[in-house]
Nanobody, 127 residues
Framework: QADLVESGGGSVQAGGSLKLTCAAS????????MGWFRQTPGKQREGVAT????????YYTDSVKGRFTISQDYAKGTLYLQMNSLKPEDTATYFC????????????????????WGQGTQVTVSS
């Protein structure tokens, strides 16, 4: 499969929106889990959202529920993270990731389960 490549990060004021894109061709078939993770200096990498590829089965960490939406477009080979109502605490480097897992309808957000990672894109939210 192709490498994962994130884009769409940037700087935005609190309350604004950003849409992150991950080029993810090859990881969008059923059998893969895909997710977005974020990390700030001194903190553990945090699972933000996951999606079972080929389905609408998603999982979100509590802090982003109602604000973030994970989705994918098979035709475009793309994973997205729509981020609305951004808060300063959302500031982090965001990574997309994938792993092969045929078990379960939903995907967990444990970083150690994911084998394939992008290089990350920086999101900065100012107050």
């Amino acid at each position: 499969q192709a490498d994962l490549v994130e884009s769409g990060g940037g700087s935005v004021q609190a309350g604004g929106s950003l849409k992150l894109t991950c080029a993810a061709s090859g990881y969008l078939d059923r059998g893969y889990c895909m997710g977005w993770f974020r990390q700030t200096p001194g903190k553990q990498r945090e699972g933000v959202a996951t999606i079972r590829s080929g389905t609408s089965n998603t999982y979100y960490t509590d802090s982003v529920k109602g604000r973030f939406t994970i989705s994918q477009d098979y035709a475009k080979g793309t994973l997205y993270l729509q981020m609305n109502s951004l808060k300063p605490e959302d500031t982090a480097t965001y990574f997309c990731a994938a792993h092969f897992d045929t078990l379960g309808l939903f995907c967990d957000t444990l970083p150690r389960l994911f084998d394939f990672w992008g290089q990350g894109t920086q999101v900065t939210v100012s107050s």
